[in-house]
């Protein structure tokens, strides 16, 4: 596929500014990409513009990413109240942290740029002089955050904020000056704000720029994937175990799989077909999801991990057996369930990690018919000498090892 073409087949086209969008497949340009620092992790969201970078890289075009380390200090506005300002140590910590973990996801060695390294010598008369001089009021009022905020029952907006977009337009006129960059890539949210900067190149420097954004990515209640929602998957195992990212993506509706596994896997466009028709014969055995949750596993946590999750998405959801776990899958599964030690009764187990408040309520559980031990039902208590998973209902779990 060319790239126009992949990025029409992987979902990655919103509005742009080119004349058409074939005109992806010509020239081999330079572009960036940036995000604010106002928090240590990624998430879904982000990783959605990342796997699109990576079809640029794929094609020949030179990346450039940047981290807001100045546009952090104010905090890119919301439609519905004034961000909370975070301290220059945060934004230092959390850009130290957004770079690494960019680094790892692109899989190369980018070109990493932080704003703030030319806003602190910039003087705010000859910014206003150079830059403020190009926007008109009647631009920004039109903005649709701002008319949000000013509006009625809107929270109002400060004067930081509202003069976001003119800070973040800079950053593309800079590293135009600076590199050569002339195209911006974004989030279908972002558009307005990068405009400015290619606004910027023309009036100041007389030159084409261009901006191309993909859309934003929403849940199957139609929510926006991000922190700010609530919802947020994060890229750092620490606060997004890759268990629980593995089964995010397992958990993915019919409705949204065929749309995810093009954005989130670089699995080729032809196997996806494949995937795709196969799902929709059997759509009870979630191979699509299946693949997708795989897929993207790998992709941030690296083939062993993903492996290893899949393995133990089994054990906990299907019918292997935990004592067949690997090293590795067995350290992964103690991190994510609780663990008690090989010689204790069933009872105790579950008792000790609060799956029973009591041993009289651990007895009537068992008598019930809720407990197993390695897929076999127990009926009275018993002490568990190997490896063994205990399992209440459908979604309590004791690792005894």
Sequence with gaps: MKLSEELMYRGFVAQNTLDKITDLDGKKRSFYWGT??????????????????????????????????????????????????????????????????????????????????????INVLDFLREVGKQFSMTQLLDREFVKARIGKDGSGISLAEFCYSTIQGYDFLHLYRAYGIDLQLCGADQFGNCVSGMQLIRKLENARADVWSCPLILDAD?????????????????????????????????????????????????????????????????????????????????????????????????????????????????????????GITAVEALVATDNAASNSEAIRLIKGNAISVNGEKITADAKISELSLIKKGKNSFVLVK
């Design 36 to 121: 604010d620092p106002s928090a240590d992790s990624l998430h879904t969201g982000h990783l959605a513009a990342l796997m699109m970078l990576k079809i640029f890289i794929k094609n020949g075009y030179k990346p450039y990413l940047l981290v807001g380390g100045a546009t952090g200090m104010i905090g890119d506005p919301k439609a519905s109240s004034e961000r909370d300002t975070k301290t220059i140590e945060e934004i230092r910590q959390n850009s130290l942290g957004l770079s690494k973990q960019i680094q790892h996801i692109m899989g190369r060695k980018v070109p990493l740029v932080n704003n703030y390294d030319w806003f602190k010598d």
């Design 222 to 342: 139609g929510v926006k994937f991000g922190k700010s929602e609530g919802n947020a998957i994060w890229l750092d195992p620490k606060r997004t175990s890759p268990f629980e990212y593995y089964q995010f993506w397992l958990n993915t509706s019919d409705e949204k799989v065929g749309e995810l596994i093009k954005i989130y896997t670089e699995i080729e466009p032809a196997e996806i077909n494949e995937i795709m028709a196969l799902h929709a014969k059997n759509p009870g055995a979630r191979s699509a999801q299946k693949a997708l949750a795989l897929a993207a596993t790998e992709i941030l946590h690296g083939r062993e991990t993903a492996v290893n999750v899949t393995h133990i998405s089994n054990v906990l959801f299907g019918d292997e057996d935990v004592r067949e776990l690997s090293k590795d899958g067995l350290k992964l599964l103690a991190e994510t369930i609780p663990v008690a030690k090989k």
